[in-house]
């Protein structure tokens, strides 16, 4: 399996802002708005991406230097993903 990594500040680079969020969100796919009101309702710290090669992707920030990657949308593009 071949593994796509992808580093931290490219990934925290291309984050949307809220104010987009709000006013697009109808329009994000299905399982990206399910997922993110989801993980919002439990108190995580959330942000939508976007990538030209993952599309959109769901990101949870932990801490200011540390990101965890829960979703993207172009599962083709790779079948694992690390995130350096």
């Given at each position: 399996?071949k593994v796509k990594?992808?580093?931290?500040?490219?990934?925290?680079?291309?984050?949307?802002?809220?104010?987009?969020?709000?006013?697009?969100?109808y329009n994000l796919?299905?399982?990206l708005q399910q997922?993110?009101?989801?993980?919002?309702?439990?108190?995580?710290?959330?942000?939508?991406?976007?990538?030209?090669?993952?599309?959109?992707?769901?990101?949870?920030?932990?801490?200011?230097?540390?990101?965890?990657?829960?979703?993207?949308?172009?599962?083709?593009?790779?079948?694992?993903?690390?995130?350096?």
């Open positions: 399996m990594k992808i580093q931290r500040s490219l990934l925290t680079k291309n984050l949307l802002p809220d104010i987009i969020i709000e006013r697009t969100f796919p299905k399982v997922l993110y009101r989801e993980k919002k309702s439990q108190g995580l710290q959330l942000s939508i991406g976007l990538d030209t090669d993952l599309g959109f992707y769901l990101l949870k920030k932990d801490s200011f230097h540390s990101v965890e990657l829960l979703w993207w949308e172009n599962r083709f593009f790779a079948r694992k993903v690390s995130v350096a």
